[in-house]
């Protein structure tokens, strides 16, 4: 045995044999994403971007605003968007990570739960897992 590089058609393959194995394990499926954002005189200056994994939980990727547009709420009216959406889709579980110089106490403020972090002292940041149970 040996371990070797993979190419596109292998990877593939694999996350197809790992699917099927999650099937085993998950009773439904639910496919979907949120992708909002907000506008001014035409110009995004805010986004964010969500899909549904398995179990009803919606996996929250990117949020931003532009700098100059923060501490003004929208950030906040995006997170509750996208939670009135998530739960009209069947989610009951919202997932995210932050780093710390990102939106740890914004996503605190908001309801969210911090189930774990780590701090990576060597290349100078900390990341957070934060969830929170929706319906």
Not at 77 to 90: F, P, Q, T, Y
Not at 93 to 115: H, M, N, P, S
């Amino acid at each position: 045995m040996e371990i070797v590089d993979l190419n596109e058609e292998q990877v593939e393959d694999i996350e197809s044999r790992l699917s099927s194995f999650d099937e085993n394990h998950i009773a439904y499926k639910m496919d979907g994403c949120i992708q909002i954002g907000v506008e001014d005189e035409g110009k995004l200056i805010a986004g964010l971007d969500a899909c549904i994994t398995a179990f009803k939980i919606l996996y929250v990727s990117a949020v931003f605003v532009d700098e100059a547009y923060r501490r003004k709420g929208i950030g906040a009216r995006m997170i509750l968007e996208m939670e009135k959406r998530a739960a009209s889709m069947g989610v009951n579980t919202i997932r995210l990570d932050t780093f710390d110089w990102q939106g740890k106490e914004f996503y605190e403020a908001l309801g969210y739960q911090c189930v774990g972090h780590y701090e990576n002292a060597e290349d100078g940041y900390s990341e957070y897992f934060f969830l929170k149970r929706i319906n």
